[in-house]
């Protein structure tokens, strides 16, 4: 019997490359889609989907930089009408929890006519070291809107364990599962857990919206980056079931998600948060 051949787009991003290794791990057929594989898979240039496409059974879809951005919509609705021409068995895509632009998203992919699985996520614990919270955090002071908004974060490794067991499995199909961490913090209460596992000393200041906006464009910020984080603290952390714990983690996996405290105490044991101001 032919194994299926599985397309990850996003590759080699924060969810996309724990699947590959997974699915490699497991002696699966496996495609990268990424800028840098051959053919590229580029979101601003579709000229080569097709061809990315060609002999693919199954693809994982993360929107890069969120399915909430000006753009996002088309794009699915350009790469899901390719895929129903090259008659693909299964899509499972990325989504945000509590997004709706996102979940217009999600629809294109409901109503497409090929099987699927929807995977919302809350925030992602590694936003914290892997994305525009690291650079705060080894400078030591870090300043944020919704301070006290209760976020129940995700590890990225526990999405990735669930987007295999996805692929893989029939059973998921037509499921949109929504994956948080087992308990919620604050900002605040983030940053205390990374000082404390740390042993390092890190400010943490509230701010407003609009404050955080305008320092992200002196700093240079890209625009588009910009107005997506914008967005997620207006419209996401101000929407109340930002804070709602799914038990879809265990349901799927037959285990408990990993806590964002049993995160940071490994990730610190990496020294990527170490200080990184230079002493005269």
């Given at each position: 019997?032919?194994?299926?051949?599985?397309?990850?787009?996003?590759?080699?991003?924060?969810?996309?490359?724990?699947?590959?290794?997974?699915?490699?791990?497991?002696?699966?057929?496996?495609?990268?889609?990424?800028?840098?594989?051959?053919p590229a898979f580029d979101w601003n240039n579709a000229e080569n989907w097709e061809d990315v496409l060609e002999?693919?059974?199954?693809?994982?879809?993360?929107?890069?930089?969120?399915?909430?951005?000006?753009?996002?919509?088309?794009?699915?609705?350009?790469?899901?009408?390719?895929?129903?021409?090259?008659?693909?068995?299964?899509?499972?895509?990325?989504?945000?929890?509590?997004?709706?632009?996102?979940?217009?998203?999600?629809?294109?992919?409901?109503?497409?006519?090929?099987?699927?699985?929807?995977?919302?996520?809350?925030?992602?614990?590694?936003?914290?070291?892997?994305?525009?919270?690291?650079?705060?955090?080894?400078?030591g002071f870090v300043a944020l809107p919704q301070a006290n908004v209760q976020v129940p974060y995700v590890d990225?490794?526990?999405?990735?364990?669930?987007?295999?067991?996805?692929?893989?499995?029939?059973?998921?199909?037509?499921?949109?599962?929504?994956?948080?961490?087992?308990?919620?913090?604050?900002?605040?209460?983030?940053?205390?857990?990374?000082?404390?596992?740390?042993?390092?000393?890190?400010?943490?200041?509230?701010?407003?919206?609009?404050?955080?906006?305008?320092?992200?464009?002196?700093?240079?910020?890209?625009?588009?980056?910009?107005?997506?984080?914008?967005?997620?603290?207006?419209?996401?952390?101000?929407?109340?079931?930002?804070?709602?714990?799914?038990?879809?983690?265990?349901?799927?996996?037959?285990?408990?998600?990993?806590?964002?405290?049993?995160?940071?105490?490994?990730?610190?044991?990496?020294?990527?948060?170490?200080?990184k101001v230079q002493t005269a």
């Amino acid at each position: 019997m032919k194994k299926d051949t599985f397309l990850i787009i996003g590759g080699t991003g924060k969810t996309g490359r724990k699947v590959v290794e997974s699915l490699q791990l497991l002696n699966q057929n496996v495609k990268i889609g990424s800028r840098s594989s051959q053919p590229a898979f580029d979101w601003n240039n579709a000229e080569n989907w097709e061809d990315v496409l060609e002999g693919v059974d199954k693809m994982y879809i993360t929107y890069q930089p969120d399915l909430a951005v000006p753009g996002a919509l088309q794009s699915i609705e350009q790469l899901i009408s390719i895929a129903k021409k090259k008659n693909l068995k299964k899509v499972v895509l990325l989504s945000g929890k509590g997004e709706r632009e996102a979940e217009l998203c999600e629809q294109v992919v409901i109503h497409s006519g090929l099987d699927y699985t929807i995977v919302r996520a809350s925030w992602f614990s590694q936003n914290f070291s892997e994305s525009f919270l690291l650079e705060p955090i080894q400078q030591g002071f870090v300043a944020l809107p919704q301070a006290n908004v209760q976020v129940p974060y995700v590890d990225t490794g526990d999405i990735a364990d669930v987007v295999v067991e996805t692929l893989l499995h029939d059973v998921h199909n037509g499921q949109i599962y929504q994956l948080t961490g087992p308990t919620t913090l604050s900002f605040n209460e983030a940053i205390a857990e990374i000082a404390k596992a740390t042993n390092r000393k890190i400010d943490f200041m509230p701010i407003n919206v609009d404050q955080y906006v305008a320092a992200m464009k002196e700093q240079g910020i890209p625009a588009d980056f910009v107005w997506l984080i914008g967005y997620l603290f207006t419209e996401v952390l101000g929407n109340p079931m930002v804070s709602e714990i799914s038990n879809d983690i265990e349901k799927v996996l037959k285990r408990k998600p990993k806590s964002f405290v049993d995160y940071v105490n490994e990730t610190a044991k990496t020294g990527v948060w170490n200080s990184k101001v230079q002493t005269a």
